[in-house]
């Protein structure tokens, strides 16, 4: 059974920095690239960032280009996204997705005040 659980979601100050996590179970996470996205109520799921199975190459999006890093660690299934230098435009339910998998987590929510 594929699981998605993301986690480290909160209430930050602009400017502040949060780390979420994904731990990933029910399929060879180390053989698919993965993805975080974000969803605000009304808008479409947005790609923020991307990174290859083996971490080698990570893509962003402009918003967050510079300030978001994404990494895995494929002995622990687990995907990252530092999140640095956040603004309030980057409040949103964040999840993380697997290519090969047609599943989501149930997110985290990160708020950014002003």
């Known amino acids: 059974q594929v699981q998605l659980v993301e986690s480290g979601g909160g209430l930050v100050e602009a400017g502040g920095s949060l780390r979420l996590s994904c731990a990933a179970s029910?399929?060879?996470?180390?053989?698919?690239?993965m993805g975080w996205y974000r969803k605000v109520p009304g808008n479409e799921r947005e790609l923020v960032a991307s990174i290859n199975s083996v971490g080698t190459y990570t893509d962003y999006a402009d918003s967050v280009k510079g300030r978001f890093t994404i990494s895995r660690d494929n002995a622990r299934n687990t995907l990252y996204l530092q999140m640095d230098s956040l603004k309030p435009d980057d409040t949103a339910v964040y999840y993380c997705k697997a290519w090969v998998v047609d599943s989501w987590g149930q997110g985290t929510q990160v708020t950014v005040s002003s």
């Open positions: 029910g399929f060879t996470f180390s053989f698919t690239g």
